[in-house]
Antibody, heavy 124, light 110 residues
């Protein structure tokens, strides 16, 4: 069965960086795009960007451009998201989520499997 | 990219139907039939309920349906049940490989 297992909670100081990992199992990792979505406490879902696990191509929301980097390790079936220059407003649960694909087509904005979420707290 | 607009809350009694709207622009909802809907219970990851405006993934109840008119998409839940109480988010493709979520709607089952 498909599983996305994320790394544990992090506490960071303002200005620091954080890296969240997302280990995939139960499917061919390199055949899918992985997205990153965050949710601040009591707030809405916010799309951050994606990485094509096959060729490493990335795309980020303009809101995070320059601060976010996604990479992957195909040998470990793991995607990573690094967010730099952290500020208190970056306190949130960060999710990885896989593109939904069916019948040979993948559907933009549809994510069928999600990680359990990683709480990142930014506090001095 | 601005968030899509959803009502903050909706409510309904068991057995009734409710509809949640999701208003975007001609750059996202209005231009693509790539609207999806998610259900999120407290402390849980979102669950995909609808994709491509009106299609249901395997395993999702047919009480959930989606539609779109112009730049507004809608999610309808019929035969409301207690377990439907959750937050609901719409999401749309916005071109250039970018997606945008809505502000979220809290559904209360009375």
């Amino acid at each position: 069965q498909v599983q996305l297992v994320q790394s544990g909670a992090e506490v960071k100081k303002p200005g620091a960086s954080v890296m969240v990992s997302c280990k995939a199992s139960g499917y061919t990792f390199t055949s899918y795009v992985m997205h990153w979505v965050r949710q601040a406490p009591g707030q809405r879902l916010e799309w951050m960007g994606w990485i094509n696990a096959g060729n490493g191509d990335t795309k980020y929301s303009q809101r995070f451009q320059g601060r976010v980097t996604s990479t992957r390790d195909t040998s470990a079936s793991t995607a990573y998201m690094e967010l730099s220059s952290l500020r208190s407003e970056d306190t949130a649960v960060y999710y990885c989520a896989r593109d939904y694909c069916s019948g040979g087509s993948c559907y933009q904005g549809a994510f069928d499997y999600w990680g359990q979420g990683t709480l990142v707290t930014v506090s001095s | 990219q601005s968030a899509l607009t959803q009502p903050a809350s909706v409510s309904g009694s068991p057995g009734q139907s409710i509809t949640i709207s999701c208003t975007g622009t001609s750059s996202d909802v209005g231009s693509y039939n790539l609207v999806s809907w998610y259900q999120q219970h407290p402390g849980k990851a979102p669950k995909l309920m609808i994709y491509e405006v009106s299609k249901r993934p395997s395993g999702v109840s047919n009480r959930f349906s989606g539609s779109k008119s112009g730049s507004t998409a809608s999610l309808t839940i019929s035969g409301l049940q207690a377990e439907d109480e959750a937050d609901y988010y719409c999401c749309s493709y916005a071109g250039s490989s970018v997606v945008v979520f809505g502000g979220g709607t809290k559904l209360t089952v009375l």
